[in-house]
């Protein structure tokens, strides 16, 4: 999910994040959020996201673009009802008894913990002492952290988490890979 700020439109961040999205090849669902401020303006958005190669359902492409308000709340169901539209038509389902496949979302090189990966797992059951392999280079993951920062043991399919453990900073889209 894509959340572009009505007010705002789409950013630097958010061509990135469109371009990673893409590049893994996963659907792509707009929120366009602060629909509640007078200035709110969805066609803008919608206008902005063409330029990127996401045409609006309702311009005649296929990105599901549904305005929000996190602050009031409005939106917000019919988010979810796409959320899961999208699951079941593209038949949206993994096993984590798979072979861990995730992909990555950011990674950066930490004077402290060395190579660091946000990823958000695909497939399988990441696990605290896997050997991984992506970008043609391995590492066996030494911590685990949760969306919250808290050390996790796993993530299973569709969480998000940073790994430790990387023998090199892995590119942004890359797919980490895990026979366990």
């Known amino acids: 999910i894509l959340v572009v700020a009505a007010d705002d439109g789409?950013?630097?961040q958010t061509v990135e994040a469109i371009n990673h999205a893409q590049a893994a090849d996963v659907p792509i669902i707009v929120a366009v959020n602060k629909m509640d401020k007078p200035e709110a303006?969805?066609?803008k958005v919608k206008e902005q996201l063409s330029q990127h190669n996401l045409l609006p359902e309702d311009w005649g492409g296929e990105t599901i673009v549904v305005p929000i308000s996190a602050k009031t709340g409005k939106g917000i169901p019919d988010l979810l009802e796409m959320i899961q539209l999208v699951?079941?038509?593209q038949d949206l389902k993994a096993s984590d008894q798979d072979i861990v496949k995730a992909v990555i979302i950011e990674a950066k090189l930490s004077t402290k913990k060395g190579p660091t990966a946000t990823i958000i797992v695909k497939?399988?059951?990441l696990s605290v002492g896997d050997y991984i392999a992506v970008d043609g280079f391995t590492g066996k993951v030494r911590a685990i952290f949760n969306?919250?920062?808290k050390p996790v043991k796993f993530l299973k399919p569709g969480s998000p988490g940073?790994?430790?453990g990387l023998s090199n900073v892995p590119a942004p889209g890359s797919i980490l890979e895990s026979k366990a």
């Open 123 to 125: 497939t399988g059951t």
């Open 87 to 89: 699951a079941e038509v």
């Open 162 to 164: 940073e790994i430790l």
């Open 10 to 12: 789409i950013m630097p």
């Open 147 to 149: 969306d919250l920062g």
């Open 41 to 43: 303006s969805v066609d």
